[in-house]
């Protein structure tokens, strides 16, 4: 946002002009998107032959793919490295399940998500996230050979203390730290200074074996924020006993990693949209232009973090790093399939799905391309997609890529995997069943759909 200030001599006013500044949503980027997803159109409209809208499709091959690019990229540049999945991120069984099998551990905050991980047989799973309750921290210990909990507090750490020597069982723990001490991002870990203290106190508890560190930075469109946190760490650790930093096995460095494509705004979503909304000067929809902030590679992210860690971590204490992807594995992983049943007039339809389905009013800031399935078209037409709730936040999006649109045409939101799933809500309208199909068997010329 650019702020233009004039006073004139004796007027007493402001006048006050906003630019807008987010850059644009490039059209060499946004239409190979949209053709990717026509191009397969007939293999999602073939599903509703036998699972009618709205439906959920999680697509396992996609899955696949990001879990080696992104593992690969790290393997690439440091020695040795370990990635757990985020539950949290979309907690449908069968993606934990599909990472599992691609290798990869599993990241869980509650004791719900712990339950799933054992019911997957994980045998390879980080518990972290605060305000673990005394019966999730029982089922931790519990499972203790599959299981390290990531301490969130000292309050937390004495609490684990008392839980491991009523049954004495041994507890692998690490320690969050904080990357942020104010604002709201201080209720996660402990300050970074009272590390030393924290192993001190461990190191007392007969049945909790020190292992390693966790932080995490979200929102990663770059690697900025966790680079400088790392130059952080390695000041710490440089301060640690020696007896403390030969404990330590494994740095986790959480995730946060933006998918590739960036984020994609509606004109509401940037600085100057949000801006203009409270003053009045905007409506929703008003505006055909779309927004993104980029994001960088993955293997740009592989690149500048190994060189922070090997320069501030390795050089003090080799040790396994730790990754938790959530957003960046499943977000292009599932899709959302829905029918139009009311067309008020030409640019306002109504749809058999509202947005409880993804749990939050996102699409009246985030921008996702509406694909008509029944009539596709590569030119975006003007038309209020709304929900079925009764509400009027129920915005799916305010235009539609498609020759025309009807009652009765299936239209698609892709990339729906991340943060949405897990957050839909039983809100007026039931929620849509979840069909899993493979587009490696449909690339193989085999039936995609895995029943």
């Known amino acids: 946002m650019t702020k233009n200030i004039s006073r004139p001599a004796g007027a007493g006013k402001i006048s006050l002009s906003l630019e807008q500044n987010t850059p644009l949503l490039p059209d060499h980027e946004l239409r190979p998107f949209v053709e990717h997803f026509f191009a397969r159109r007939m293999e999602y409209l073939a599903l509703l032959e036998k699972y009618p809208p709205p439906l959920y499709v999680l697509d396992t091959g996609v899955l696949r793919a990001r879990a080696r690019e992104f593992r690969d990229a790290f393997r690439a ?81 004495s609490r684990l203390d008392v839980i491991s020597r009523e049954h004495g069982r041994t507890v692998r723990v690490g320690v969050r730290l904080t990357t942020n001490p104010n604002g709201l991002w201080r209720k996660f ?26 932080f995490h930075t979200s929102w990663n469109l770059s690697p900025d924020a966790q680079v400088t946190f790392i130059k952080q760490l390695g000041k710490i650790l440089r301060k640690l006993p020696a007896a403390a930093l030969a404990q ?32 009045g000067l905007e409506q929703p929809g008003a505006e055909r232009e779309h927004y993104r902030l980029p994001s960088q590679p993955i293997e740009q992210f592989a690149g500048q973090l190994s060189r922070a860690v090997r320069t501030h971590i390795l050089s003090i204490v080799p040790c396994r790093i730790c990754l938790e992807p959530g957003r960046w594995l499943c977000n292009d992983a599932m ?112 039936p995609p759909v895995q029943i």
């Open 189 to 214: 870990g402990i300050l970074p200074d009272q590390l030393a203290l924290f192993w001190e106190k461990v190191r007392k508890c007969g049945y909790l074996r020190f292992e390693g560190l966790q």
């Open 77 to 157: 540049v440091l020695p040795d490295v370990r990635c757990y999945y985020a539950v949290k991120s979309n907690n449908h069984p069968d993606i934990a399940g599909t990472l599992l099998q691609c290798g990869m551990g599993l990241d869980v905050s509650s004791g719900v998500e712990l339950e799933m991980a054992v019911g997957l047989d994980a045998g390879d799973v980080i518990f972290s996230g605060p305000g673990k309750t005394d019966a999730e921290l029982r089922l931790a210990v519990w499972e203790a050979d599959r299981v390290t909990v990531l301490i969130d507090s000292f309050g937390e750490l």
């Open 335 to 446: 899709h959302l399939l829905l029918s139009v049943v009311d067309k008020k007039c030409d640019d306002l339809v109504i749809t058999d799905a509202g947005t409880n389905t993804i749990g939050w009013e996102r699409f009246e800031t985030d921008y996702f391309p509406i694909l008509n399935l029944s009539r596709p078209g590569v030119k975006e037409k003007s038309c209020h997609i709304l929900g079925a709730l009764c509400t009027p936040h129920d915005v799916w999006g305010y235009n539609y890529w498609g020759e025309d649109i009807r009652v009765g045409d299936i239209l698609m939101i892709p990339t729906q995997g991340a943060y949405t799933y897990s957050l839909r809500q039983n809100f007026i309208k039931p929620l849509p069943a979840v069909i899993s199909i493979d587009s490696d068997r449909f690339s193989q010329g085999l």
């Open 248 to 279: 330590i096995k494994f740095i986790d460095m959480g995730g946060g990693y933006w998918p590739p494509q960036g984020e994609w705004l509606q004109a509401a979503g940037t600085t100057t949209g949000r801006l203009k909304k409270e003053m």
